[in-house]
């Protein structure tokens, strides 16, 4: 799961609701332990976070520096089909709500 997790915020920022959503999507995890693992690999270092200044939403990505750890040598292209998938639906489906 923690892989998952950090394969759905490698691609680029992504806000603690859409991560929460994607992760609901994949493993029917909860938000409150998306949330969890989520600080895990912030205090960590694993992934990055930050405030957004309009909406005030705390975003996440993967540390660039942590991509092999976690992902290997090849990098993003070793995440699988479905998690990509479920990350640009929930990208999208978060796009267009207003």
Known sequence: MLRDTVSVVSGE?????????????????????????????VQIGDCLMEKDDKTYDMKYHLNPKRVPFWLGPQGVKAIPAGI????????????LEV
């Open 13 to 41: 920022w992504m806000t603690s609701y859409q991560v929460e959503t994607a992760m609901i999507r994949i493993w029917g995890m909860t938000r409150k332990k998306t949330r969890e693992l989520l600080e895990e690999l």
């Open 84 to 95: 990509v998938q479920a990350v640009r639906i929930t990208m999208l489906a978060s796009s």
